[in-house]
C-alpha cells in the first residue's frame, strides 16, 4: 500500500523556462535528479542560451485532450512521448510543461492520463510513465497549472512504484486518473496492471483499493469514470466494473457487446448515464453502447466497426460525438437524441503544409467539445490537435492546432556547411525528413513528399557539403517488421533526392557515411552499414549500385529505436572509414582503401549498444567516440588507440561545431555528465587540447528548465559560432543559441 503521509522537498528545478522549480512528492530524492539540479560547480560555467523548437508542425500521437469544466481556455494535451502540453488561449500556442525532466525521469515523458479539478482551473494532475518495465512511474500534481510539479512516490501493495505505459498499446483509451466532480479532495487512478488507487485528500496520500479484480496483461484498466453515487472501471477483455461503495466492492455489468468485451473511452450524464465505446480489432464487434437504469443498450451509429474517442456535451447531456478507429472521411458521428440516432460529421481539415491528405485518418486520441461553446470541437490524432470552430455548420473547417507542440521522434539529423544552404537536414520516424530551409518555419515537404517511412542515416562529404545521402526504410505488407529498403542521394543541399536504383538485398535502417573526398566521377564513395544481418557495403557512383565490403562485421545497428552511430568518414582523408562493432567485446575497425576492406584496429573498448562515433573536422585521425552511461574516448592515431577525456564522466552524445571567434579549432557539444553535473555542455578549447584535452574549459549550455534529456542526436551549425541542435525521441528539435551574442537570423 502506498504511504500515507507526504514529504515534500526540492529535487530539481525542471518546470517551463521562466516559471519555477518542480519538487518531489515522495520518500526520497532520485539521486540523479538531486545531482542534475544542484548548482554549477566551480570548475564550470553557465553559459546564457536562449533554446526554441525548430518549427516543424507536429506529427506524433496526441492520445487525450481535456478542457476545464469551468474555464474553456484551460486545456491540456497528453502525448505518447512528448509529455504534457498546455494551451495558452491569448498566444494561441501550446506550452510544453514536462521539459524540465532529468535524465533519470524522462520516461515520464509518455504521459499515461491526466485529469483536472472541478473546482480549480490551476490544478491539473498527471499520471507519468512511458513503458510497463520502467520502475520512474508516478502520480505529479501541479496547484500552478503546470508550471512547477510534485512528485507522490506512489507504490503497489508489493512495494514498487505503480506500473504505467503511455506509450503501450490501448494508450488511446479513457482517462485513468478522475477527480470526483462532487468532491475533488478525492481522486482516483486505475493502473494497466497494478489495481486501483485512491486518494481523499487531494492526492496528499493513496491508497491501494485491494478489493478490485485482479490485472494482467490482457486485462488492463482502460478509463476510471466517476458518476452520481457509482464509480465504473473499464477492463480491456472484461468489460465494465461498478462499485456503489466507494471501491471496496464491484460488480460487473452484465450483458452489453459480445466477449470479449474491449472497452475504450466513457462519458457519463448528470442522470448518471453511462455511454461507453467498445474495440475488437479483428472481429470488428466494437460498437457504441449506453448504459442506463441497469440496462445496456446498443446504440452504435455504423455496425461492425471500431469505436474509440467519445465527447458529451456539457451544455446539453444529449449531444454527443464518437468516433470509429481508426477515422475515415466518414467515421465521426454526431448525436443529438443521447444516442437514439446519429448523423456522420464530414471531416474537411486544413493541414500543415507537409501533413499528407491522409493526416485525419490515422490513429484517433480525444474529443473535447468546449462547455461555453459547445459548437467550438476538439481532436486530437497521430499528427497532433485540430479544432473546428462549430460543429454544427455542414461545411465546418478543422484547423491543426499546433504552434509549440512538437513531438517528432528524431534519428538523425545533420547540418551541412553550405553557404546559403538549409539550416538542417532531418531524418525521423514514420514521415521520412526533411529539408529546414529555415529552423523557424516549418518545411513544406518531405523527402518523399508524403510517404510514410524512416530515414535513420545521413552524412554529407566534406568536400562538397551539397553532397548528402540517406537511408531508412519503409512499412511493407506485414508494417516494420516487413521493411522495404529506402535510400537516396542528393547533389544539391537536400532539394532534391535520386533514390537508390539497386540497394543491398535485404538493407533496411543502419547508418551511411561518405567520403571526405571526391572521386574521378565527382562522387564520393558511400558505405551503408544497414541494421540486423546485412553486412556494409559500398557505393561508388551513388547509390546505383553497390558491392559487399570485406572484413567488416554485420549487426552494428539491431534495433530501428537503438540511438547509435556506429559508421563515419574521416573527414580530411577521402580513403579512411571507421566502425565500431559491439556484442563480444567493443572493437574499432578501419578501412583504408575506401571502404574495400576493413580491419580492427582496437579492442577492450566499452561494449555498448548505445555509441556514437564522429571524426573531428578538418583534422585527419582525430576520432571521437562515446558510449550512453561511459566516458568520452578519442582517437588522434586513426582509431589505433583510444583515451578518456578528461572531466566528462558520462557522455550520451556529442557533436562539433563552428569554431570561436578568435579559434579555428571546432567547438565540441557533449550530452551527459562533466565535473558531476548533469546537461549538455560547450567547450571551445578541447579539440585543440592534444590527447585527452586535460584542462578544457566546459560550459554549461543546459538549463535546468530545458534540460534536453531526451537527446537521440546532437549537431553543431558549423557555419554559426554556438549554435547547436539537438534532435530528441518525442520532443522534435531544440536549437540553441548564445544569449549574450545572439547569432543573426537570416
Known sequence: MARSKALWGAIAALGLAGCGTWQVWAESRPPEASQASSPVSRDLVQAPYEWRNVAIGGMGFVTGIVIHPQDPEVVYARTDVGGLFRWEEGEQRWVALMDGLPRSQRSRYGIESVAL????????????????????????????GGRTWEAAGLR????????????????????????DPQNSQKIYFGSRLDGLYRSTNGGDSWQALTGFPALDEKAQIAFVEVGPEVLYVGVINQGIYASRDDGQTWQRLAGGPPEPQRPQQSAIAPDGTLYVTFFQRKDRGGGVWRYRQDRWQDITPKANKDYGAIALDPTNPQTLLVSQFPLSPKALHRSQDGGDSWQPVALQAERVAWWPDWHLYTLMGGLAIDPQRPQRVWLTNGFGVLRTEDITQPRRAWQPIMQGLEELVTFVIKSPPVPGGADLL????????????????QPTHTYDRGTFGDTTGLDFSEADPRIVARVGSFPGPG?????????????????????????????????????????????????????????????????????????????????????????????VDGQVFYLYHYGQGGTMYRSDDSGATWRPVAKGLPDSHKHHLQARPG???????????????????????????????????????????????????????????EGLFRSDDATSLPGPATGATWRRISTTEQTLSKVKFLEGDRRVFGRVYVGTGGRGIFYGEPRARQAPRP
Open 117 to 144: 479539478d472541478p473546482t480549480d482551473p490551476q490544478t491539473v494532475y498527471v499520471a507519468a510513465g512511458m513503458y510497463l518495465r520502467q520502475d520512474t512511474s508516478d502520480i505529479l500534481r501541479s496547484r500552478d
Open 156 to 179: 503497489s501493495p508489493t512495494g514498487k512504484p505503480v506500473r504505467m505505459g503511455g506509450n503501450e498499446e490501448w494508450r488511446w483509451a479513457g482517462e485513468r486518473l478522475a477527480v
Open 426 to 441: 532531418s531524418g525521423v520516424a514514420d514521415m521520412d525528413g526533411f529539408r529546414h530551409l529555415s529552423r523557424d518555419r
Open 619 to 677: 583534422q585527419r585521425g582525430d576520432l571521437w567516440l562515446s558510449f550512453e552511461g561511459e566516458a568520452l574516448y578519442r582517437s588522434t592515431d586513426a582509431g589505433e588507440t583510444f583515451e578518456k577525456v578528461a572531466q566528462i564522466a558520462e557522455a550520451d552524445k556529442f557533436a562539433f561545431g563552428g569554431p570561436a571567434p578568435g579559434r579555428t579549432n571546432p567547438t565540441i557539444f557533449v550530452y551527459g555528465i562533466i565535473n558531476g553535473q
Open 479 to 571: 508494417g516494420r517488421e516487413d521493411s522495404q529498403s529506402r535510400g537516396a542521394y542528393s547533389s544539391d543541399n537536400g532539394r532534391t533526392w535520386t533514390p537508390f536504383e539497386q540497394p543491398p538485398p535485404g538493407a533496411v535502417n543502419g547508418k551511411i557515411a561518405l567520403s571526405a573526398t571526391l572521386q574521378a566521377n565527382g562522387k564520393p564513395v558511400m558505405v551503408w552499414a544497414p541494421q540486423d544481418d546485412v553486412y556494409p557495403h559500398r557505393s561508388l557512383d551513388g547509390g546505383r549500385t553497390w558491392q559487399p565490403v570485406k572484413g567488416a562485421p554485420n549487426r552494428t545497428t539491431l534495433q530501428l529505436w537503438f540511438p547509435s552511430q556506429a559508421i563515419a568518414s574521416d573527414r
